[in-house]
């Protein structure tokens, strides 16, 4: 049993070590859970810019959250005439800066119970904790929920979501 805890710790140490050396698009890539999000990425063109200097918060959606639209939404999005709808849902995920875990929290709990981020297409989400979670509800008053937090890239954080946000 002790070996197999070492055996994990390690595991978990090299993830944090070789995380930090992969941007925020390299960890959606890693991830089996987020295909569609960078099938979706690269559609819109937004690879190089995410790749960039950053730093970048992207809250990520899975993959199961990109199924949960209603049918036919994610198929429109990627047809090549909808790219600047699909850039507009995507940069809806995307916030200037670097906000980890704690900061998010922090931010809730200055503000009364809610915050309000900025995302990179000028929209805002609004943060709440619910029953110890976080959730991001949006200009449609649809909710997600971190899932995963503070996955630490070269160029800023990703938190994993279970669903899609829409401006």
Request: aromatic share 4%.
């Amino acid at each position: 049993m002790k070996k197999l805890l070492s055996i994990i710790a390690m595991s978990v140490f090299s993830f944090g070590l070789f995380a930090q050396d992969k941007d925020v698009v390299d960890i959606a890539i890693s991830s089996e859970d987020h295909t569609t999000l960078v099938t979706a990425v690269k559609a819109a063109g937004l690879v190089e810019t995410l790749k960039g200097e950053g730093p970048f918060t992207v809250f990520a959606p899975t993959n199961a959250a990109f199924d949960n639209l209603p049918e036919g939404t994610l198929e429109n999005l990627l047809k090549d005439e909808n790219q600047e709808q699909l850039q507009a849902v995507l940069t809806y995920h995307v916030v200037s800066g670097s906000l980890m875990a704690k900061d998010v929290l922090k931010a809730v709990k200055m503000n009364d119970g809610k915050a309000e981020v900025e995302t990179v297409n000028g929209a805002t989400l609004s943060v709440t904790v619910v029953d110890g979670k976080v959730q991001l509800t949006d200009a449609k008053g649809n909710t997600a929920t971190v899932t995963a937090t503070d996955l630490k890239g070269s160029n800023g954080v990703v938190h994993v979501i279970d669903a899609v946000v829409l401006p």
